[in-house]
């Protein structure tokens, strides 16, 4: 191999303990390829910490700030790892997504990447340094910090084996790849040795959180290989590739972090347009009567009640809590078999159905309330 890229999520550099099998890992790697270079989150929760601080100061923090602030966590992931990689004997240097050439958008707390100017890491990598990256950041054409968005970190890898033209990208986590269902949810789920894009993406969508959606979109995109692995372990992993020619269920998503909202407002255009300039994505974004209805991410609820209050201040807005089943696996609607196993299951345990919807490789359906154990059933029947 002469370029690899790997990625380190939080968890496989939360403490100095963690950080010393990371670079056990990249060292390894290293005597096999030519040029490694290594993106990194932030240490743990840090990235978490960060956001309840400066909640304890704003409600809603400005965005450039918050880039300012939460984009500091990686500067010290990548410091620390080139501490210890340079005390190990191999040469390291760490570089801020900017000094690393990552030139992004200028939408603050989801920017994304358009350009990457690779010269200073190549400048280091012919030098024989290992190069650390920090992740989910870069720089606008204003000159100030941008962040990608939570998880973030899994694009600026993707998309640095884009730009290097890099033979591999590993994306290391406390998992040991991708599975047929969240396994902190359902013990018997089983780990996948392939998915395709379109169906990663299916899942990311659906709300796993497994890998950044925009990463996923980039690798399809320019046909790259990504892999999935234990930071912790040297078996398993999951390949993310282009389509595999299957119609089975792969993977099963209960997603709790919906909000519906409904808003007594004739202002259909004007307030899909304030939430869409304002960088808030709503789904099923409709109008039924006198009513507009969406839905949002939790995390989002109070943004878009800030901006309601704001702009359209005799709103009425209600709100109510909603969780989303979504049962992924490319070509599974080209016959009726799984819709039909889904609804029998749904049906016989008295779990109402709001609403579903099909795409070629998911059937979602959004539900008032659905417990662990019945996705644990679904996941019994569905998933061979």
């Known amino acids: 191999m002469n370029t690899v890229i790997l990625k380190f999520g939080g968890t496989s550099v939360a403490d100095n303990i963690k950080l010393n099998v990371v670079a056990k890992k990249i060292i390894s790697l290293k005597n096999k390829a030519k040029n490694v270079v290594v993106v990194v989150s932030a240490q743990g929760k840090t990235t978490n910490q960060l956001i309840k601080e400066a909640q304890e100061l704003s409600a809603i923090p400005e965005e450039r700030e918050m880039d300012m602030l939460l984009s500091t966590g990686e500067q010290i992931t990548a410091s620390k790892l080139s501490i210890l990689l340079n005390r190990k ?80 990208c590993y994306i290391f986590s406390d998992v040991d790849g991708i599975y047929s269902a969240d396994p902190n949810m359902i013990t018997m789920a089983k780990r996948l040795d392939e998915i395709s894009f379109d169906e990663m993406q299916e899942v990311a969508d659906s709300g796993a959180k497994v890998l950044h959606d925009r990463c996923i979109q980039m690798g399809k995109k320019f046909d790259c290989d990504i892999i999935a692995k234990s930071t912790f372990s040297d078996e398993g992993g999951t390949k993310i590739c282009q389509q595999i020619e299957s119609s089975e269920v792969k993977s099963i998503v209960k997603n709790e972090n919906l909000i519906a909202i409904e808003i007594e407002n004739q202002q259909f255009y004007d307030i899909y347009q304030c939430l869409l300039e304002n960088n808030i994505l709503v789904e099923a974004f409709q109008k039924r009567e006198k009513v507009i209805e969406f839905r949002i991410k939790k995390s989002e609820y109070n943004k878009v009640i800030e901006l309601l209050d704001s702009n359209y201040p005799t709103c009425q807005v209600k709100q109510k809590d909603l969780m989303k089943l979504s049962v992924v696996g490319y070509g599974i609607i080209q016959d009726n078999q799984v819709l039909n ?36 059933i679904l996941h019994e029947q569905l998933i061979k």
């Open 89 to 168: 004997g191999y040469p390291a240097v760490s570089l801020t997504g900017w000094q690393a050439g990552i030139k992004t958008n200028s939408i603050h707390t989801s920017a994304k990447i358009e350009q990457i100017y690779t010269k200073r890491i190549e400048q280091e990598l012919e030098k024989g340094n290992i190069v650390v990256v920090t992740g989910f950041q870069g720089l606008n054409e204003e000159q100030d910090i941008t962040t990608l968005g939570r998880g973030g970190s899994d694009t600026t890898a993707v998309a640095l084996q884009v730009a290097l033209k890099a033979d591999k």
């Open 341 to 376: 196993q889904v609804i029998k299951i749904l049906k016989k345990y008295k779990i109402e159905i709001l609403e579903v919807n099909l795409t070629l490789a998911k059937i979602e359906i959004l539900v008032k309330e659905i417990n662990n154990e019945i996705v644990k």
